[in-house]
């Protein structure tokens, strides 16, 4: 699959026998254009995760939003309840997601760190009108000075993923109690996550986003909806553990 060839298998999905997909990165946003229809979240995230038929119709959504949601609630009860300030590294397409997710919850005030300032602000362009009291964009560091004060550390960044640049980020400003969640899911603990165990910190990993989010795409495909268990998690880690190795 390339950029050339997306629209076209996208159009003949039916042809060739599929009733859905579950789309990735970098063709979330272009996969939106391509459908008949989109939720009223795929529209205003402008990217699309699932695509399903609805007669001849072909549907949109961003589930991606409820993963995050979903896989925080289900590895750490509660995160929310405190609302305290949150640090989400990155500005791309899972950023806005996360973005997204934190708004749902009335995370008050987020800051976005990335490489690019220029997306960042972008982004916060974007979300001003999310109900955020304080969005800000800055350069990411890796001194890690803006993780002071932080409760909860999301990285939505492709840092730290297998065949990924390492990200460099260092977490000693972090409070003791700061969550720190890492939406890479190969490998299954990224380096983020292994620094934050080893201070002691709560984590969370990025497999349950990834399972959370096929959940409805597998319902409008097959007409039952999965539980994720930890069978059906167990499952998935064995099957990633096989292709790290
Ligand atoms: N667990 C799940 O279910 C789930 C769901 C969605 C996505 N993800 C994961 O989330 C990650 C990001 O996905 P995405 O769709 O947001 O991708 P994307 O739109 O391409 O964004 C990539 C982000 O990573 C940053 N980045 C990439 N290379 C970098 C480098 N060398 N140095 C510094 N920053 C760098 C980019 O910064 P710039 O803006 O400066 O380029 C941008 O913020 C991927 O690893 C994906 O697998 C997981």
């Known amino acids: 699959m390339n950029a050339e060839n997306f629209p076209g298998f996208v159009?003949?999905?039916?042809?060739?026998?599929?009733?859905?997909?579950?789309?990735?990165?970098?063709?979330?946003?272009?996969?939106?254009?391509?459908?008949d229809s989109t939720t009223e979240l795929a529209t205003r995230l402008g990217a699309v995760n699932t695509l399903w038929f609805e007669g001849p119709c072909l549907r949109g959504d961003n589930t991606d939003v409820g993963g995050f949601l979903a896989n925080l609630d289900e590895q750490a009860p509660g995160w929310d309840r405190k609302g305290g300030p949150a640090v989400v590294l990155g500005a791309g397409g899972a950023a806005r997601a996360v973005l997204a997710g934190l708004a749902a919850r009335k995370i008050a005030c987020v800051t976005l760190l990335n490489r690019s300032t220029e997306r960042a602000l972008e982004l916060v362009d974007e979300a001003s009108s999310w109900g955020f009291e304080r969005l800000?964009?800055?350069?990411?560091?890796?001194?890690?000075?803006?993780?002071?004060?932080?409760?909860?550390?999301?990285?939505?960044t492709s840092l730290g993923m297998a065949g990924q640049p390492k990200l460099e980020l260092d977490l000693s400003f972090l409070p003791d109690t700061a969550l720190v969640s890492d939406i890479v899911y190969t490998p299954l603990e990224t380096e983020l996550l292994k620094a934050a165990r080893r201070r002691g910190l709560p984590t969370s990993s990025g497999l349950g986003m990834l399972l959370h989010q096929a959940a409805p795409?597998?319902?409008?495909?097959?007409?039952?909806?999965?539980?994720?268990?930890?069978?059906?998690?167990a499952l998935i880690e064995a099957d990633v553990r096989r292709g790290e190795t």
Not at 147 to 153: I, P, R, S, T, Y
Not at 218 to 230: A, L, Q, R, Y
Request: hydrophobic share 40%; net charge neutral; glycine share 8%.
């Open 217 to 233: 795409g597998f319902e409008h495909w097959f007409g039952v909806k999965p539980e994720v268990t930890p069978q059906l998690r």
């Open 11 to 35: 159009r003949k999905l039916s042809e060739f026998g599929y009733c859905g997909a579950n789309v990735t990165l970098p063709y979330k946003e272009k996969a939106l254009a391509l459908c």
């Open 136 to 156: 800000a964009a800055e350069a990411l560091d890796p001194c890690g000075r803006s993780l002071e004060k932080v409760d909860l550390l999301i990285n939505s």
